[in-house]
Nanobody, 125 residues
């Protein structure tokens, strides 16, 4: 199983961006998918997750109301719609898969596998 992110770029403060996570090697029927982010010199932080079984979602507190996770099973792709981006939002976003039907709380990187290389989101005017 492999996950590949895309969609990063330069965004102005308050702007929006949609990231994509393409999963190959299996279907989303068997894997929940999580988005993480990591700023330079900081630990990787769980951002959001969508469950394989019932499409239930998890968001970390700092993005609630701003970010929306969704998926397209036919395309084996999970999306992260990010609105009202702030300069303090960390820059590299990564996705990974969680074998299992439900997302876990808290969202820990150690529970996930098949990490992508990440896509950089820069918030700057």
């Amino acid at each position: 199983v492999q996950a590949v992110e895309s969609g990063g770029g330069l965004v102005q403060p308050g702007g929006s961006r949609t990231l994509s996570c393409q999963v190959s090697g299996s279907t989303l029927d068997y894997y929940s998918v999580g988005w993480f982010r990591q700023a330079p010199g900081k630990e990787r932080e769980g951002v959001s997750c969508i469950s394989s079984s019932d499409d239930s979602t998890y968001y970390t507190d700092s993005v609630k109301g701003r970010f929306t996770i969704s998926k397209d099973d036919a395309k084996n792709t999970v999306y992260l719609q990010m609105n009202n981006l702030k300069p303090e939002d960390p820059t590299v976003y990564l996705c990974a898969v969680l074998y299992g039907s439900l997302c876990l709380d808290p969202q820990l990187p150690s529970d996930y596998s098949a990490w992508g290389q990440g896509t950089q989101v820069t918030v700057s005017s």
